[in-house]
């Protein structure tokens, strides 16, 4: 089917707005689930709340499209693969010093723009080749299914709890259908509509059992409409930097996934024009302007790519709006009040599906790279990579009385796996090639 409207297009106004509060619609619910994640696991740090999120993603999508010259129409929202780093960081060093890891993820990304502008894409191939790539992108997934599963089952709390469990299940249910059986729009934002539908659900069963109240209002009846979102200027250290770099590695290749998948929707070649080096430093100075403010790392979101792929509205004009009207959204205090209303047990029945996704597009990436697993060069690497990832490997020393060196978890097996990579010989079959 031929578009409605061009990259370069832009909408009248009533069509215009409407059209960007579609791509809000599909953005916020994954948007402002990592601040919540991060903030409900260290709430000590309760800096990044949503309303930042929502100001560091607008401004960061601004940000992008004016990068990238107005040629990509990408929305730019919190990345999941940095919450595990954001908790653990911000739990051992402070909230301050895990922006400052984020920070420079974005220079990384800069870095890469550059090499990728010098070289091409194959040094980039070299270091990251699609095994470890997908299997960086599982272990992520499945690093952060026991946060989910804690979510559901116990709550902030330690104790199982039933009800939590049925909560969880109808928000996960609700997802699954808007997801599968929905039409059209709808099977584009599942992750709002299963928020929503557990909302409902605590809602009713807190009025009809009181006793099974989740949901409290108070808060958001004593919060003024109007505020500035909470920033906070980072710090710097050397072991928060290495693991956020480390992740970032796998967000790299997200990336080139989405403005790929992008290109296909809107019939233009992105890695050609604007070019795969300014989408990149466009994605990483949004992450590095975003943890200025306090906000979580940014990254194209596929999910505004399906809204594109449904309506046939490719305006950077409509993504810019969406962008704006985040950002405005972000000073209504009441909004951010009463997303922290949501139960715990919601956000751990929608992070059932998403942390699942997550996994399972690494799968995909293995699978559609055609990774011979017959091969016991990738076999090794792989499981490596998981087993550490998956297993919480940490490797852990001082280096002076106040200092010591932590790389643990995502981090520690992206490393291990580009080392792994880059030091076994190419094999064939099982076997190490005959070079003789």
Known sequence: MSKILGVDEKPVLRKWIPLSIQHVFAMFGATVLVPFLVTLNTPEHTTMLTATALFTSGIGTLLYILITKGKVPAYLGSSFAFIAPLISVSTAYGFPYAMGGAFCVGLIYVVFAIIIKSFGLKLLDRVLPPVVIGSIIVAIGLNLAPTAMNMAMNGAGDTYNLYYVLVAAVTLATAIIASVILKGFFTVIPV?????????????????????????????????WFGYPKFTWPKFSFVPIATFALVSLATIAEHLGDTLVTSKVVGKDFYKDPGLHRTLTGDGLATSLAAVFGGPPNTTYGENIGVMAITRVYSVWVIGGAAVIAILLSFVTKVGALIQTIPVPVMGGISMMLFGIIASSGIRTLVESGIDYGDKRNLIISSVILVIGIGGGKLFFPLSAELNFNLEGIALAALVGIILNLILPQTLNGKAEDNC
């Not at 709002?192 to 009181?210: E, H, N, R, T, V």
């Open 192 to 224: 709002l509509i299963g928020i929503i539908g557990g909302y409902l659900f605590a809602l009713i069963m807190g009025w009809i059992f009181p006793q099974y109240a989740l949901i409290d209002f108070s808060t958001v009846a004593a919060e003024s």
